[in-house]
């Protein structure tokens, strides 16, 4: 029998034999408040003291969902010694982002947040409190102001640029492109040029070794915060940790730390010597976010940020801007593959609103309401996280007439909301359709959020919204427009439209299971591929 099972089985028998000894009493305890015996959702029956958790299979978020459809729309778990709602409806989400947000607006402290979120001392894992409400100030205020995200608009427009010709070189080549590598490195420079001012992909980029590090840091860094990690439902699980987890993540926390040291360390000198040179402070625009965070002052007389903070700034930014829109890139190009009447369309509103002589750029992007439907209705069918990051309740509370304990984690799942029945009628839930999307002629502009419905919940909603939508949008929408202006798109060779592989694999965003490769076809003068 295989090691690693003999070891996962003796973990989990060692683990449930401690709980009955030391949970037992605590959840005995737990069933009432007040004396009162808890009206909780109805949810699947549970195991004694693993609950449901053996119940979760690699696709998670198509378990939570076949619950909803069976038990209703807000939906009681019990995960190890973790209670757990979730739910696939907008009136519950509503509730419960909007309506009760104070009460629902913490995040769980889980092992990966403490190990590869500086201690949860960043802004999208730390529980609510002063020290998140701190760093989402420093957030809204200084580096995703609209001024600050406009003097960016240079390196997006070259990265764009970039983006187009690489494509084009590997056509003239004859080569297939693999996707997921070009639309990963667009992303990963747009994030890396704003916060640390250098890119690792392409002519002009950091150096080899270091671009390795980056992204072995980073891949490693995404898929351990993805984990679902028994330790955080069965605390005792840490004490035998079968697959190392927890070694993993402190090694990672370990590399992470290190890189954004070097990183800090070079902005402190460039600022240095900057200053020597008797030039004059950074004009704004030439500040990346390290310059900036660099320049604000602490708190309690202290002349800078700690770079603790500064650190889990960067790390945040890092996970949360790059792989939600490069994946949702991925997951657009594929769809509008595998529909070549989409394709044309996008196409025929491209070529009305920007023509055919020049490239799209950023103020076209409000004008492409085609275009517009079918990130939302990409961001319908897979957004980019299957669920929001778990929040958590503070106090005990009800939703929909059911007792909520404090410390409940929440998955509001998005993946399954965006494919709801009672949702989104018509019986045509699993086919792309942005036509769904359309405003009635003369309806303005298409917006790619939740909207009064909440049909859709691709930035979240509530306190803890993403604070970096518009940014992600224009991230999006740019590098889609580039791609189908310039280029017809076919699958690769030997493979039909309907043949494109659509099946995702879990984790903090949820990728295709296979990197999209297609063959691009030139549709425009030569000279707009060289400007
Ligand atoms: C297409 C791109 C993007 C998508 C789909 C996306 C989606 C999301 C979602 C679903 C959340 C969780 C909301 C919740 O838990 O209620 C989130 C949080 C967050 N996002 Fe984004 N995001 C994108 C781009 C960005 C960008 C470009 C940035 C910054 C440069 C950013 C920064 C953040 C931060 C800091 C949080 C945590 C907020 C908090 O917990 O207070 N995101 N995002």
Same mark, same amino acid.
């Given at each position: 029998m295989d090691p690693q099972f003999l070891s996962i089985a003796a973990a989990l028998f060692l683990t449930i034999l401690s709980s009955i000894l030391f949970v037992i009493p605590i959840i005995i305890k737990k069933g009432k408040v007040d004396g009162r015996k808890l009206h909780l959702p109805p949810g699947p029956p549970r195991w004694p003291l693993v609950g449901n958790l053996l119940q979760?299979?690699? =696709?998670?978020?198509? *378990?939570?969902? &076949?619950?909803?459809? !069976?038990?209703?729309?807000? /939906?009681? @778990?019990?995960? #190890?010694?973790?209670?757990?709602?979730?739910?696939?409806?907008?009136?519950?989400?509503?509730?419960?982002? =909007?309506?009760?947000? *104070?009460?629902? &607006?913490?995040?769980? !402290?889980?092992?990966?947040? /403490?190990? @590869?979120?500086? #201690?949860?001392?960043?802004?999208?894992?730390?529980?609510?409190?002063?020290r998140w409400k701190r760093m989402r100030r420093i957030c809204m205020e200084h580096l995703l102001t609209t001024? !600050?995200?406009?003097?960016?608009?240079?390196?997006?427009?070259?990265?764009?640029?970039?983006?187009?010709?690489?494509?084009?070189?590997?056509?003239?080549?004859?080569?297939?492109?693999?996707?997921?590598?070009?639309?990963?490195?667009?992303?990963?420079?747009?994030?890396?040029?704003?916060?640390?001012?250098k890119q690792y992909f392409g002519a002009g980029s950091a150096g080899p070794g270091e671009a390795m590090e980056f992204m072995g840091i980073t891949h490693e860094l995404f898929s351990l915060l993805g984990l679902i990690y028994p330790g955080d439902y069965l605390p005792l699980w840490r004490w035998f940790d079968p697959?190392?987890?927890?070694?993993?993540?402190?090694?990672?926390?370990?590399?992470?730390?290190?890189?954004?040291?070097?990183?800090?360390?070079?902005?402190?000198?460039?600022?240095?010597?900057?200053?020597?040179?008797?030039?004059?402070?950074?004009?704004?625009?030439?500040?990346?976010f390290v310059d900036v965070l660099l320049s604000l002052p602490g708190e309690d007389g202290k002349e800078d940020l700690e770079d603790v903070e500064i650190k889990a700034l960067i790390?945040?930014?890092?996970?949360?801007?790059?792989?939600?829109?490069?994946?949702?890139?991925e997951w657009a190009m594929a769809e509008v593959i595998k529909h070549p009447r989409v394709q044309r369309k996008i196409q025929e509103e491209l070529d009305s609103v920007v023509g055919r002589d020049r490239a799209v750029d950023e103020s076209d992007l409000g004008h492409l309401n085609y275009l517009r439907c079918v990130v939302r209705e990409t961001f319908r069918m897979h957004p980019a996280g299957p669920f929001l990051i778990p929040h958590e309740s503070t106090r005990a509370t009800r939703v929909m007439g059911y007792?909520?304990?404090?410390?409940?984690?929440?998955?509001?799942?998005?993946?399954?909301?965006?494919?709801?029945?009672?949702?989104?009628?018509?019986?045509?839930?699993?086919?792309?359709?942005?036509?769904?999307?359309?405003?009635?002629?003369?309806?303005?502009?298409?917006?790619?959020?939740?909207?009064?419905?909440?049909?859709?919940?691709?930035?979240?909603?509530?306190?803890?919204?993403?604070?970096?939508?518009?940014?992600?949008?224009?991230?999006?929408?740019?590098?889609?427009?580039?791609?189908?202006h310039c280029f017809e798109w076919t699958p690769a060779a030997g493979l039909t439209p309907e043949a494109i592989d659509t099946t995702e694999v879990y984790g903090m965003t949820m990728p295709m299971a296979n990197p999209l490769l297609a063959v691009p076809k030139p549709r425009l003068p030569r000279d707009i591929y060289s400007t």
């Open positions: 979760l299979g690699p =696709l998670p978020h198509r *378990d939570l969902a &076949a619950f909803c459809s !069976r038990y209703g729309p807000l /939906v009681y @778990l019990r995960l #190890g010694t973790v209670d757990a709602v979730t739910t696939d409806d907008p009136d519950v989400i509503r509730e419960i982002l =909007l309506r009760q947000d *104070d009460a629902f &607006a913490s995040r769980p !402290r889980t092992l990966a947040a /403490v190990h @590869l979120a500086y #201690g949860c001392g960043d802004v999208a894992l730390a529980p609510v409190g002063p001024r !600050r995200i406009d003097s960016f608009a240079h390196h997006r427009a070259q990265e764009a640029r970039h983006l187009v010709r690489s494509v084009w070189a590997r056509s003239a080549a004859g080569e297939t492109v693999n996707l997921r590598d070009v639309l990963g490195a667009f992303s990963m420079n747009n994030v890396t040029r704003m916060l640390l001012g697959q190392g987890c927890e070694k993993k993540m402190r090694l990672v926390e370990k590399r992470v730390d290190e890189f954004h040291t070097m990183i800090i360390d070079e902005h402190r000198k460039k600022k240095k010597k900057k200053n020597n040179n008797n030039k004059k402070e950074y004009h704004s625009e030439e500040m990346d790390q945040d930014m890092i996970a949360a801007a790059s792989d939600t829109s490069s994946v949702t890139n007792d909520v304990p404090a410390k409940t984690r929440v998955f509001i799942n998005t993946h399954a909301l965006g494919r709801n029945p009672r949702v989104w009628d018509g019986g045509d839930v699993d086919e792309f359709r942005p036509e769904r999307h359309l405003l009635p002629e003369g309806g303005g502009r298409v917006e790619i959020g939740h909207g009064a419905d909440f049909r859709i919940l691709p930035f979240g909603a509530g306190k803890r919204k993403c604070p970096g939508a518009p940014l992600g949008v224009v991230f999006v929408l740019t590098a889609l427009a580039r791609l189908f």
